[in-house]
């Protein structure tokens, strides 16, 4: 070792056996240190007014994304409706196409029967004139 090594090592345990016979005190907890607020910024400068405006823009940005929320909540029920609507409109198109089948069905049924009725009417009035006819005939020979 160099002789400033040593000196420096003979100066170093100097001042540990030093520290070592120091008295220790307690550490006193002193009062805290009250925190300081942020100091307000007067609204008149220009400072104040971009803070202001920054606040705005914040307060804006809490309410887009409220409002595109409920867009969202919006767009996600009219898809859901559309397809209840949709499946409504293909129930109603297989109902309105057997409602016609049935009518057809129906209208062919009738004209049938009028047809039969008329054939029926038709055999009647000519069986009510030859009645008719006979009964002229019987009066005129009863009557002379």
Avoid: C, W
């Avoid at 109603?92 to 057809?104: E, N, T």
């Amino acid at each position: 070792m160099s002789k400033t090594e040593e000196e420096a090592a003979k100066h170093a345990q100097a001042v540990a056996e030093t520290a070592k016979k120091a008295p220790v005190r307690k550490h006193s907890q002193g009062a805290a240190m009250p925190v300081k607020k942020p100091r307000e910024t007067p609204p008149s400068t220009v400072r104040g007014k971009i803070e202001a405006i920054q606040k705005e823009m914040e307060a804006i940005q809490i309410k887009r994304g409220t409002i595109e929320e409920g867009a969202a909540e919006i767009h996600a029920g009219m898809q859901l409706m559309v397809a209840s609507i949709n499946k409504q409109i293909g129930k109603y198109k297989g109902a309105i196409a057997d409602f016609y089948a049935s009518v057809g069905y129906f209208n062919d049924s009738i004209r049938a029967q009028s047809k039969e009725n008329e054939a029926g009417i038709k055999a009647m009035q000519s069986s009510i004139g030859d009645m008719i006819k006979e009964n002229a005939e019987y009066v005129k020979n009863f009557y002379g």
